[in-house]
């Protein structure tokens, strides 16, 4: 306890803005793509299903008239003509209130965390993408499995995508499946990918193809988005912590906009222990791992200063 009250008495003339990391160490519960995908998708399904189907124009229903020009179309479609802009707008449809919660709710679960370790720039690139992908799947290989030409709705595509990276970023953690059976991620992505396969030719009404798409285009990317050849198949790699790159596990863009720092520093306690230099990258990649799998209230008390000192080097 000596020591403690020497150490925080050789700072004591220094001001520290140190705020203890919440829920997924200190993320964000609704970060700002998600948030704004989450309203857009709900106000889009209430002017689709409720306000649209009010009003007609030249006799057409006007709710007929948004599927046509929005949903995605298949190509050889006469009657539904195929526009480029539906490779976007098809991802903001929904068919009914359960195809909108189940999606938007897996968004949530998967995307949350995604979000606040890359940032919101990247994940709404990574969405946009696998959505994309998800979208030329169905209007250019579907076709081959299936002679069933349908309009198609829906942001599965994407969700898949968002789902395979987080099995492969975090390929131990343990989810609730129908939130009773726990199940690693990584086998809770090759099952639900594993059913869509078998899946591929079912007169269904479900676009299979298109979550295939979207789950290969997200796998292929985070791949390609690997450092070097030697991390292609660590699944489990972390963002450095760098001066050059504060947007990390730990802390990112919007960090501080959704966590006001504080005085309080009583959770970096201070105390003889290793010194600054001795600190290797290698020791915080493991920290930021440990927080990954196991929050934030796992760490020791020399593994809170470790981070905290790192925190104060970035900001």
């Not at 993408?129 to 076709?143: E, F, K, Q, R």
């Amino acid at each position: 306890m000596g020591i403690f009250n020497t150490q925080k008495d050789r700072y004591k003339n220094y001001e520290f803005k140190f705020s203890r990391p919440s829920m997924f160490g200190g993320f964000s519960f609704f970060p700002p793509v998600i948030k704004y995908l989450l309203i857009s998708n709900i106000a889009i399904f209430i002017f689709q299903h409720f306000i649209f189907a009010s009003f007609k124009a030249g006799g057409v229903p006007l709710s007929a008239l948004f599927l046509k020009f929005f949903a995605l179309n298949p190509i050889a479609s006469e009657v539904f003509p195929f526009y480029p802009w539906q490779l976007f707008t098809y991802l903001f449809m929904h068919g009914n209130f359960w195809h909108l919660f189940l999606n938007m709710f897996a968004l949530w679960m998967f995307g949350m965390e995604l979000e606040n370790i890359w940032g919101s720039k990247k994940f709404l690139m990574y969405y946009l993408l696998c959505g994309v992908a998800a979208g030329l799947a169905n209007i250019l290989i579907a076709p081959l499995f299936n002679a069933l030409m349908l309009p198609t709705i829906g942001a599965s595509g994407s969700v898949y995508g968002i789902l395979v990276a987080f099995g492969m970023l975090f390929p131990n953690r343990e989810i609730f499946l129908y939130f009773l059976f726990p199940i690693k991620a990584k086998y809770f992505v090759i099952i639900y990918m594993g059913i869509e396969l078998l899946s591929v030719g079912s007169n269904t009404g479900v676009a299979h193809l298109a979550h295939l798409g979207g789950g290969i285009a997200g796998f292929i990317y985070i791949l390609m988005s690997r450092s070097n050849l030697n991390d292609l198949f660590r699944f489990d790699k972390k963002p450095k912590v760098t001066t050059k790159r504060p947007t990390n596990i730990y802390r990112n863009t919007y960090y501080e906009k959704y966590n006001k720092p504080s005085d309080d520093i009583s959770d970096a306690d201070y105390y003889e222990g290793k010194s600054e230099d001795e600190v290797t990258q290698e020791k915080i990649d493991e920290i930021l791992d440990k927080i990954g799998k196991d929050g934030y209230d796992s760490l020791t008390k020399e593994e809170k200063k470790i981070l905290f000192e790192a925190s104060r080097k970035i900001h």
